[in-house]
């Protein structure tokens, strides 16, 4: 069993319909080893994960998977096998249950049983022994709901190795991770290699390759580029293999000329519509012209996600300040309302909130634009269809064509859907909350394209981001927020990274 | 691919065409196939009965009740809810309707036929959407589970039924009112019906195509159209022809039909409907599109008391008198009908001719198994093993597609 390679893939290639999403796999994972895999929204990674979680069983493709020297057959409809055989995995989107304690959650499905009970007790210990064994910092009997995301990602992880799991795969683990979750990850990763543990670790942030991963594997459009040592690396040869030319900048030059101020806020202050003496915002004034791009900067619960919700008239209640639309005070009590005053919103969670998955392309770019094309509530489809291509092209949306269900579509195709459904309603000023998360690198740089030329018309953006690279490149002004307030507007040209953090941690004041 | 042309003008042969448009509507090819064996089973088990005219005539006139029913039923599972009261606020309209043409109208209205029966309707059908709007408002705008709410409901109309009629059945046999359950249009107006509707749908589709081609959409080949419609046409004429050699069509199916016309074009061609099937595929989209999600839950319980009056109405004018037991579980054959027919329970997905084919299902199934003298106890069995056995196949193939 002690073979060097754990897995291997052997000239593996998976069809669907119409698609080669794996062509001609082959490489091999060294047992122990931190194995990076990164590429395009699309290049085959799900599908390989797929394949080892038995999601895809044993011929349903071609080629072999040799696992610990012997080949991998997953039968059908068993995925709790690759469990059992020591393969697990932790989602990008976590998988416990919210309402119960991290020990059962751990020991969900595999409780200790004496006499026909659960012994709570055992439960309870063993939970305490793994999380000590591997140092993860999390009370067994903590209620899942009350961690923050970095702590449930324990807990999965924790979960995985409860099974003796040999192979521990990452998919986009860090997406939704403030910096000090993502290096305490790394941490956790570190201990796990020296308990002899393989991980596969997935991920769109190369910068994270270089901090853990021994060797990483490139793919392109179902193929395997290149597979080489870390030390070898370094982040403009990977986009390089993964985009397949050169990304000379990654944030295009636009040619922006700022106008008149179009969006006002002052001093809005907000509380939390659930809890209502719980401050959301607390003081924050900017202002937004046309055909800018204004970039928000904060951390993770900074407050940025809430001030855009509110100005959309969806989430905080107003208690105090004002927000002014080309000079007129404006009090949105609904998206709605916002909509009618020219504000739009790309939302963070593009999923839940900007798309509706079971529908076709064409229904969700015309969901709001309904009005355009009917005339006494009644809709002329072919109005509607004309109108959705043009957008859809212009915008180089990637389908079959465009009655396909969104659900279908990589992370890069579903946002520009979102983007497309908001630029066909002429919007004045466009607000983007995160818009390239979980996007891959080619499809960030359309993005970015598409802002440039918005905001050349005219457009004036608001640009929410966690990579404050991302701010900086895009940005014509940055507003930094700290703890629901403004702290300082600065421009983007004389910016530097360490300041902006300063403002942004409350340890520097403007 | 060229993502620029819609799925159906791409240029493929025609037998993937063919088997791309069989795959897609997989779903309503199975129903279709449900309905066809259940017929030839009845067909062979009854030596040929189950097919006479007279027996076809009464199938979907007794269906039309909740299938009417189940038009509205369609729009509330599309956002994901359900409505449990459509049963008992039918029965408490057609009791009121009953009380209205007994105990009232002959009062205030002496020697009367017709203005009574219009009358009769009207009122039918405030009852119904003013049951709906006050149980669709709680649910909108109170936030309250809609299965809750309805479940509220369905005691409620109970007690209002056990009111009007004092443990009593009340008659609903006058002659005018009699005709919107029991009458028969004519055979030589039911051909002239037919008429206007193949010249209807004959222009329809010319028009498409004429817009298509205005449009720069390339066209599918005209046999393919003619060929959709024209299997269409013969459905309706195997049918028309059927009833016509018995009494002609029935008002209610008549009913019905015009109803299931309308509802197919408001779920396909207006915001309304747009908007209920985005609000079922995700609420929270679908707002922040700037919808009001609100008024959209609340006109559609509207719509659903609305049709819960038509069908309660037709109730009392079908059976001839108001009972204490009007419409009782008949809620549950029109869910069994919308689910049998494709709708998702999870929201969002759904059609007019998918229900419209769950609740023939059903009917038949009723029909069948009484020409059978099945004992009532074995009628539920069977029900139970085809509605779950339905949903399997269903969820099965959906499985294999993935």
Not at chain 1, 369 to 386: A, C, P, T, V, W
Request: hydrophobic letters at 45%.
């Amino acid at each position: 069993m002690d073979t060097e390679n754990i897995l291997e893939f052997k000239q593996v290639t998976k069809h669907f319909p119409g698609v080669v999403a794996l062509k001609d796999v082959s490489f091999e994972i060294r047992r122990g080893e931190i194995h990076g895999i990164c590429g395009e929204n699309g290049a085959g990674k799900s599908t390989l994960v797929k394949i080892l979680s038995g999601v895809y069983p044993h011929g349903t493709y071609e080629g072999e998977v040799i696992y610990g020297g012997e080949e991998l057959k997953l039968g059908q409809s068993s995925i709790r096998e690759a469990v059992e055989k020591g393969i697990a995995i932790v989602y990008q989107e976590l998988t416990l249950v919210p309402t119960r304690t991290v020990g059962e959650n751990v020991f969900l499905g595999k409780e200790p049983v004496e006499h026909g009970r659960i012994n709570w007790n055992k439960l309870y210990a063993e939970t305490q022994a793994i999380l000590t064994k591997y140092q993860l910092d999390v009370d067994p009997f903590a209620v899942v709901n009350n961690l923050g995301v970095g702590k449930m990602q324990m807990v999965e992880i924790a979960k995985a190795l409860s099974e003796n799991a040999q192979v521990l795969i990452l998919d986009e683990p860090t997406s939704a991770l403030s910096k000090e979750e993502v290096e305490k990850l790394m941490d956790i990763l570190r201990t796990l290699k020296k308990h002899g543990i393989t991980c596969i670790y997935i991920s769109h942030r190369l910068e994270e390759f270089f901090m853990i991963a021994d060797r990483v594997t490139v793919m392109r459009d179902g193929k395997v580029i290149t597979t080489q040592p870390t030390k070898d690396l370094d982040r403009n040869i990977l986009i390089k293999y993964m985009v397949g030319r050169e990304i000379k900048e990654r944030f295009p030059k636009g040619n922006r000329k700022p106008g008149d101020v179009i969006l006002e806020v002052e001093g809005l202050e907000a509380t939390n519509p659930n809890v209502p003496d719980r401050k959301v915002l607390d003081g924050v004034s900017f202002n937004v012209r046309k055909g800018e791009i204004l970039g928000i900067a904060g951390l993770m619960g900074s407050g940025r996600t809430e001030l855009v919700m509110t100005i959309f008239g969806e989430y905080g209640k107003i208690t105090s300040g004002s927000i002014w639309m080309k000079g007129k005070e404006i009090k949105p009590k609904s998206a709605r309302e916002a909509i009618n005053s020219g504000l739009v919103l790309v939302p963070e969670d593009r999923k839940k909130m900007g798309l509706v998955l079971i529908q076709s392309i064409i229904r969700n770019i015309s969901l709001p634009n309904l009005d355009q094309f009917s005339r006494d509530g009644i809709i002329n489809s072919y109005e509607e269809m004309k109108a959705c291509m043009q957008e859809a092209k212009s915008l180089t949306i990637k389908a079959p064509n465009l009655d396909v269900m969104v659900e279908t579509l990589s992370g890069g195709n579903q946002q520009k859907v979102v983007i497309s459904k908001w630029l066909l309603s002429n919007p004045e000023v466009l607000i983007m909350d995160d818009p390239t998360r979980g996007i891959d690198v080619g499809a960030k740089y359309e993005i970015y394209k598409l802002m440039n030329e918005l905001a050349e018309k005219g457009v004036a953006i608001i640009m929410i981001s966690s990579d404050l690279e991302e701010v900086m490149g895009m940005s014509d002004r940055i507003m930094v927020m700290c703890r629901g307030h403004s702290t300082a507007t600065l421009p983007a040209e004389n910016a530097d990274k360490e300041h902006i953090m300063a403002l942004a941690t409350g340890v520097a004041v403007a | 691919m060229d993502i620029t042309k819609p799925a159906e003008t791409q240029h493929e042969s025609l037998k993937t065409r063919f088997l791309q448009s069989v795959s897609r509507n997989i779903q309503s090819y199975i129903l279709l196939l449900a309905v066809v064996v259940i017929w030839a089973i009845f067909f062979i088990l009854t030596n040929g009965s189950f097919l006479d005219p007279q027996n076809i005539s009464n199938l979907f006139r007794q269906m039309s009740v909740t299938a009417l029913m189940t038009l509205g039923m369609l729009l509330v599972i599309l956002t994901g809810g359900i409505d449990l009261s459509v049963g008992k606020l039918a029965g408490f309209v057609s009791v009121v309707v009953a009380y209205l043409q007994f105990n009232i109208w002959f009062k205030l209205l002496p020697g009367q036929v017709v203005l009574p029966a219009i009358l009769s309707v009207i009122c039918g059908l405030l009852v119904g959407l003013l049951a709906g709007s006050v149980q669709g408002s709680i649910i909108a705008f109170g936030n309250l589970p809609a299965f809750i709410v309805t479940l509220g409901g369905m005691w409620l109309f109970n007690g209002l039924l056990l009111l009007v009629t004092q443990g009593k059945t009340i008659a609903a046999d006058q002659p005018v009112f009699s005709v919107i359950g029991q009458g028969y249009i004519p055979p030589a107006w039911g051909w002239g019906i037919y008429v206007v509707i193949v010249a209807a749908l004959v222009l329809n589709m010319f028009s498409g195509r004429r817009s298509k081609q205005k449009y720069g959409f390339p066209v599918r080949p005209l046999y393919l159209d003619l060929i959709s419609v024209g299997l269409i046409l013969v459905l309706i004429l195997a049918y028309v022809f059927s009833v016509n050699s018995y009494k002609g069509i029935p008002v209610p199916v008549m009913i019905l039909a015009v109803a299931a016309v309308i509802m197919a074009f408001v779920t396909n061609n207006t915001h309304f409907g747009r908007y209920t099937y985005a609000y079922g595929g995700n609420r929270e989209a679908t707002r922040l599109s700037g919808i009001d999600t609100k008024k959209l839950l609340f006109t559609i319980f509207i719509l659903m008391g609305g049709f819960s009056g038509l069908a309660g109405i037709v109730l009392a004018s079908y059976v001839g008198y108001g009972t204490i037991a009007a419409g009782t579980g008949y809620e549950l054959d029109v869910i069994a009908a919308c689910i049998l027919g494709g709708t998702s329970p999870l929201g969002g997905v759904g059609t007019i001719p998918g229900v419209l084919i769950g609740a023939s299902i059903i009917a038949s199934l009723t029909t069948g198994l009484q020409m059978l003298n099945v004992q009532p106890a074995w009628q539920y069995v069977v029900k139970a093993i085809i509605l779950v056995a339905a949903v399997y196949i269903d969820v099965f193939f959906k499985m294999r597609r993935k």
